[in-house]
């Protein structure tokens, strides 16, 4: 989708600023997000390209003034919501009771815990990569064309490298393609190339020259370019 | 108001533990799963890999060459069994760069858990735009003669910077370096 999430090429954000000494986190709970997050992931329950159309999908303006943990928080919640694993009204409810009572243990809002987290057995299956007998439509040294297209799911073409020349310049193999499986429209594996774009061909009057970006391309946002 | 520290705000704190509360009583969640979570990262040593991988590339040309070509091989010399890294090397005309536009793909096994910046919007608008302005306000001054290469982690591959060499290094050892 074009969303907020998409910024590759914007303006305006000012300068990179960073935190001397940084921690790994800023409070707790943002620990309690991630192990949530590991959780869903590791149950089979939310997988990584639903994981993050649901934070595409957050209010724009929620999701630049907000921090990073919060989007996962926002897209979490959104998508276990959208599976029913909680209601959007029992989420609401905990959440205010909660807030009412900030000192109350976990505990306080429910009675027992299951006493066993449902967990998928892991498969010995790679997450990502997937093995094909079709043959790639692409080799290092062809020269290609990205769709123009304006998907409203999931997709990782950014909208700044979409109807640009490009080059192949590797194979990486065939992966998972994300347009599909963040949708439960299954894993369609498709070949994966490393993409490189001159600075011209994405920008025009590119304010830098003498740079190239590449990205890593499923096959169907590719055309052959004479 | 500081996007690196909402933990002041109630409305996140509290939705967080009634997610977490909820996740626990559906057996979700374990019981120690945070806790899991605080040991595995706060002592984050993802980026000694990282080090000690370069380290040895600039030691070794031999496993440097091993590392540019098949990473997962080189990497499993350390222990580590991840095999979607790309190790990509700046040259005399070649600086590169990495950044993930559309959300924070970064290479944890090998560096650890990305800075803030790197996942906010300033870095992931101008790394593929302007990386040489950017660099000169992280201090860095690329010198006009080499090329910026920019490696936007738009799939699950991950990507790590091997710097050049520096001079004068030469009588040291891996370990020291």
């Given amino acids: 989708m074009n969303g907020v999430h998409d910024l590759g090429g914007m303006q305006g954000f000012g300068p990179v600023v960073r935190e001397e000494q940084e921690p790994v986190f800023h409070a707790r709970w943002e620990t309690v997000v991630v192990a949530i997050q590991q959780a869903t992931r590791a149950g089979g329950m939310i997988n990584i390209d639903e994981f993050r159309h649901g934070i595409e999908r957050m209010e724009p303006a929620h999701y630049l003034a907000s921090s990073y943990y919060e989007h996962w928080l926002d897209g979490i919640s959104r998508v276990l919501i959208e599976k029913s694993v909680i209601s959007a009204a029992e989420l609401d409810q905990r959440t205010s009771f909660f807030k009412e009572r900030p000192d109350a243990p976990l505990s306080a809002a429910f009675t027992q815990p299951a006493s066993e987290p449902r967990s998928r057995p892991r498969s010995g299956q790679h997450p990502y990569q997937r093995e094909s007998t079709a043959l790639p439509q692409f080799a290092p040294g062809d020269r290609v064309i990205t769709r123009e297209m304006q998907p409203a799911g999931h997709t990782r073409l950014p909208r700044y490298a979409r109807g640009k020349r490009g080059t192949i310049d590797r194979l990486h193999g065939v992966y998972v393609f994300p347009d599909t499986h963040a949708h439960g429209l299954g894993e369609q594996p498709q070949p994966l190339y490393s993409v490189r774009f001159e600075a011209q061909d994405l920008w025009g009057e590119a304010p830098e020259t003498d740079q190239t970006v590449s990205l890593d391309l499923w096959e169907s946002y590719l055309r052959v370019r004479e | ?177």
Avoid at chain 2, 18 to 42: C, M
Avoid at chain 2, 98 to 108: G, I, Q, R
Wanted: proline residues 8%; charged residues 25%; hydrophobic residues 40%.
């Fill in chain 2, 1 to 177: 108001m500081g996007k690196n520290h909402p933990n002041v705000d109630p409305y996140v704190v509290s939705r967080v533990r009634a997610l977490e509360s909820l996740l626990l009583e559906k057996g979700i969640l374990a019981p120690d799963a945070v806790d899991r979570v605080i040991r595995q990262y706060e002592n984050d040593t993802g980026p000694l890999i990282g080090a000690k991988v370069v380290a040895r590339a600039w030691c070794d040309p031999g496993y440097k060459r091993r590392l540019l070509e098949n990473a997962t091989d080189a990497l499993a010399d350390f222990g580590l069994n991840y095999d979607l890294l790309v190790v990509v090397e700046n040259t005399p005309t070649v600086h590169n760069m990495v950044v993930c536009t559309l959300c924070s793909c970064y290479p944890w096994p090998v560096l650890g858990l990305p800075p803030t910046w790197y996942k906010q919007p300033a870095y992931r608008s101008r790394a593929v735009l302007e990386p040489r302005q950017l660099l000169r306000e992280f201090g860095l001054e690329i010198a006009a003669e080499r090329a910026i290469h920019v490696w936007d982690s738009s799939a699950e591959l991950r990507y790590m910077v091997l710097p050049q060499r520096p001079a004068g290094i030469d009588d040291l050892s891996e370990e020291e370096l």
